[in-house]
């Protein structure tokens, strides 16, 4: 029995989580990954610090000869043109890695195939404001966080998808991922991040009667009309307007014309 997380009485969570088993060793969109490793650089005080053996050399050289060994020195990248070398291989610095939760953002087909190596991932941290804050979280309101409830003992409190910490991850990371490691969020809250998605990072291509105003004065056009019937049904509207429902086939879904 999969679902005997919540018996008849209890209190009904609002349950984004998906309470089927997962598949060890399968990954999907819309996947919590309670710990993958997560790079952070943060801006320091003055510069960005580079690491560097004792002579100098960089250490990836140093390890194509087996091994660095002994210290490495921290330098300011600031301190002169010369610390930086010129040839485009880059160089090592100072950052934090550190495994945390983090939501699976990729596609499930790109996950799947072989020729992909990597995943694209959001860390997840907690949201430590409750109230009007909290609120426009769960509403979708904040452009840059996908709101995640809690779901202990991995998430402990409200929590959310950074999306302005995007990153990858190099699948090896997870190359063996027991069920233990992931849980799935719902379809329909894996179709709300794909919403979400797609109006923080795109440029809106269509307006939602049930949560959009019409963003100019315009004549806004029904898509399920002219995607299913070539009917085109139309309603003008003021900036700011009300876009209502479509009167023929009851869609929610506005183009406007002539963008
Ligand atoms: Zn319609």
Known sequence: MSSNAITPGDAQPENHYDLSPVEAN??????????????????????????????????????????????????????????????????????????????????????????????????????????????????????????????????????????????????SYIKRITDDRHFRLKAARTRALQRHLTKYFGRPNSYDSREDKAPVKGTYMCTSCFYFDGHVSRQDCDEQGTLFTCGRCQGTSWILKGR
């Open 26 to 171: 399968q990954l999907y969109q819309g996947e919590v990954l309670v710990d993958v490793p997560i790079l952070n650089m943060p801006k320091p005080e003055s510069c960005w610090s580079l690491l560097r053996t004792r002579t100098g050399r960089r250490i990836h050289e140093a390890l194509k000869e087996g091994g660095i060994g002994g210290l490495v020195q921290v330098l300011d990248s600031n301190k002169s043109k010369e610390q930086w070398y010129a040839d485009g291989l880059g160089d090592y610095v100072m950052a934090i890695l550190d495994k945390r939760p983090a939501l699976v953002l990729s596609q499930t087909c790109d996950i799947s195939q072989a020729s992909k190596t990597r995943i694209l991932v959001a860390p997840i941290r907690e949201h430590a404001r409750a109230g009007a804050a909290l609120d426009l979280l769960k509403a979708g309101k904040i452009g840059a966080a996908f709101w995640l409830e809690p779901h202990p003992p991995q998430l402990q409190n409200d929590s959310y998808a950074d999306l302005e910490q995007i990153q990858t991850v190099h699948k």
